[in-house]
């Protein structure tokens, strides 16, 4: 385990409220900060089932999280409205994308909304996508970049079907004004199996793009766009084991190293999502992906943790917020039941950026 982490609960699950998932966090400009997430009704947390994005503040670092509110409820055709991500624009606008799933499973539109006073009030400022043919997501990998030339990338993953038989490719959209037009990128990114799944990008010094993928397939996948993202390298391995679960690639401020958070365990093919989600871990990279360092792990059994994301801030701390979930499997290791969907709490890490370089 790392030293010098500290521990936040953002969420707590209840008997009314099984799973909380899916943080995005924002830096406003008095210095407080924003969590959005999904918070599901009902008893039985699937990934199907009713969630509304909430939000919460924190006045002291992210150590304490108060004044929780409703902000995107469901339309009455949509099963949830999910995976929130926060973006703040240089002239202090906030962007909120958000997914809405529709009933039935197999068709999605991705929303964008806009807050100019600190995430008070938002208004729907346009679409994404809208009614997809097949679940079109970023599932636990919820995040737009904003590019040092001012573009706004949202990475998705797509397919034709339900989303847990379709087959998936990563492609990208794009926006160089503000969020208001979109953009879909020339070209997409696939694997065998299920395919490519939950990518997170991280812009690089020399303004090249880092996109990890998350596959079937034993290892955390890595490719690259010299164009902002409009194309991309094929798919390589980054030589890293992980089972089938989402990571999250940032750059770290004021540096050429890249971060990394995955799963760093045991590829299990038999096994539920191909391994168990534990430990959540951390790598550095500073050659572009070339090559990476282990630093430790930011949280261990026995829980599992997924669905991550990670915010620096101006006072030099990482917050690194994932849902934590039970494992029955660290108990039960014969039996290998999958990872329950109630008891999910929304956790935040916090620890000093430097000890991360």
């Not at 990208?172 to 004004?177: A, E, I, L, P, R």
């Not at 971060?259 to 790598?283: I, Q």
Request: charged share 20%.
């Amino acid at each position: 385990m790392m030293s010098s982490i500290k521990y936040a609960t953002i969420a707590e699950s209840s008997a009314n409220n099984p799973r909380n998932d899916t943080a995005s966090i924002a830096e406003l400009e008095d210095g407080s900060l924003l969590a959005v997430w999904h918070k599901y009704d009902g008893s039985f947390g699937s990934d199907f089932d009713l969630c509304r994005i909430y939000a919460k503040t924190s006045i002291d670092g992210g150590m304490t999280w108060e004044r929780e509110r409703m902000l995107i409820d469901v339309n009455p055709e949509d099963h949830n409205v999910q995976a929130p991500g926060l973006c703040l624009l240089p002239n202090g606008t906030l962007i909120l994308h958000c997914l809405r799933g529709h009933r039935g499973g197999s068709s999605s539109t991705m929303e964008v909304h806009v807050s100019k006073d600190g995430g008070e009030t938002w208004e729907l400022l346009t679409h994404i996508w809208e009614r997809t043919k097949g679940q079109w997501l970023q599932g636990g990998a919820n995040h737009i970049n904003l590019l040092s030339n001012g573009r706004l990338l949202l990475p998705f993953h797509f397919g034709t079907g339900h989303q847990g038989g379709q087959h998936n490719e990563i492609g990208c959209y794009f926006s160089d004004d503000e969020g208001v037009t979109w953009t879909r990128a020339a070209s997409s990114v696939d694997l065998p199996m299920r395919g490519a799944m939950e990518a997170s990008v991280a812009e690089m010094s020399d303004g090249r793009l880092l996109m990890s993928i998350r596959s079937q397939l034993g290892a955390v996948f890595l490719c690259t766009s010299i164009d902002g993202g409009n194309t991309w390298s094929l798919p390589q391995t980054s030589g890293l084991k992980s089972p089938e679960s989402c990571t999250c690639l940032r750059r770290i401020p004021g540096t050429d190293a890249i971060l990394l958070l995955w799963n760093d365990s045991k590829f299990e093919p038999g096994k539920h999502h191909f391994g168990r989600r534990t430990p959540l871990s951390a790598a550095v990279s500073t050659d572009g992906g070339e090559s990476w360092k282990r630093v430790g792990n930011i949280a261990e059994g026995p829980n599992e943790y997924t669905n991550l994301n990670c915010l620096f801030t101006k006072s030099g701390k990482a917050i690194i917020t994932y849902m934590q979930v039970e494992d029955p499997a660290f108990d039960a290791p014969e039996t290998d039941p999958p990872f329950k969907r109630t008891g999910i709490d929304l956790m935040a890490a916090v620890l000093d950026t430097a000890i991360m370089v």
